[in-house]
């Protein structure tokens, strides 16, 4: 999953050596949660497979359980070398989520 349309912040204006990016925001942290996203994580497949687990665990019934759970299996992907991903990726999907719904869903009317 590409971060393209993940944020409002342009595609243009992320950094990967940890530096701010050009047009920064003071109050938008977003450029520093991620300053490794280059890093590489090597294929662990008991890794991989307990964080799986604890994600089958904890979802239950509430969206706030669904999401976590959600989101352990999008790190999970980081050691599941069929997958594509990265920190910064998983990190501007999941405040992509949240910002949603905190506007009350995609369809607020």
Excluded: C
């Amino acid at each position: 999953m590409s971060e393209e349309g993940m944020t409002d912040r342009p595609a243009s204006e992320a950094r990967t050596d940890g530096g701010a990016p050009e047009e920064s925001d003071a109050d938008d942290p977003d450029w520093e949660m991620a300053p490794d996203s280059e890093a590489e994580f090597e294929p662990d497949a008991d890794r991989r497979e307990l964080l799986r687990a604890v994600a089958e665990d904890v979802y239950g019934d509430t969206s706030e359980s669904r999401q976590l759970s959600a989101v352990l299996y999008r790190v999970s992907d980081l050691y599941d070398p069929d997958e594509d991903t990265s920190p910064e990726e998983i990190y501007l999907n999941v405040r992509h989520i949240m910002d949603i719904k905190e506007r009350g869903g995609l369809r607020t009317e």
